[in-house]
Every structure is written in structure tokens, then in C-alpha cells.
């Protein structure tokens, strides 16, 4: 069974970062790409960035780039989001995924003073 668990989200102060975690059993974690979706509460899914199954090729939102940093950990099942210079509007629930069909519960973000 698939199971993807995020942790690392909380509350911070404009400017601040945060470091999400996503640790994934279930499936050959090392076998496939793996990305990061955030939801804000009314709106749709954003998609923010993606990484290949080694870990060398990233993609990300082009909104997001200069921002967030994604990386992998395959020796530990980890995928991370490094998120820096957080401002207001990256408040949401953030969501590692696995294809379209595989979500985690999710970990909340708030960005407030």
C-alpha cells in the first residue's frame, strides 16, 4: 500500500522558511518522480514543483522557482520542499504526491505575522 506522510508545516512570520518532509513506503520509492501540490481552502490545486525518480532533474512553478528548492533523499524515502522568503499567499495545505492517483494527508502552512 501507498503511503506518503508529510510533516514540516506550521506557522511563520513573513520571510521565514520552512522545510517540509514526505516520507513514502509502499512502492520502490527510487523508481519514480515525485511532486509537490499545494490547496488553499476555495481554490483549485497548484501544482509547485517536481523531481525525477534520481533526483537531478527539478521542475518547478515558474512562480516558484527563485523560492522553493525540491530534493530527495532515496536512501531514506524522503522528499523535501525547501521554502524560503515565504510570504502571505503560500498559505495552504501542501501535499506531496505520487502520480495523480497517490496523495498524503497533507501538512498545513501559514504564513502570518
Known amino acids: 500500500e501507498v503511503q506518503l506522510v508529510e510533516s514540516g508545516g506550521g506557522l511563520v512570520q513573513p520571510g521565514g522558511s520552512l522545510r517540509l518532509s514526505c516520507v513514502a513506503s509502499?512502492?520502490?520509492?527510487?523508481?519514480?518522480?515525485m511532486a509537490w501540490v499545494r490547496q488553499v481552502p476555495g481554490k483549485g490545486l497548484e501544482w509547485i514543483a517536481s523531481?525525477?525518480?534520481?533526483?537531478?532533474?527539478?521542475f518547478y512553478a515558474e512562480s516558484k522557482k527563485d523560492q522553493f528548492t525540491i530534493s530527495r533523499d532515496n536512501d531514506k524515502n524522503l522528499l523535501h520542499l525547501q521554502m524560503n522568503h515565504l510570504k502571505s499567499e503560500d498559505t495552504a495545505m501542501y501535499y506531496c504526491?505520487?502520480?495523480?492517483?497517490?496523495w498524503g494527508q497533507g501538512t498545513q502552512v501559514t504564513i502570518s505575522s
Open positions: 523531481i525525477n525518480w534520481a533526483g537531478n532533474i527539478t
Open positions: 504526491t505520487l502520480g495523480i492517483n497517490f
Open positions: 509502499g512502492f520502490s520509492f527510487d523508481d519514480y518522480g
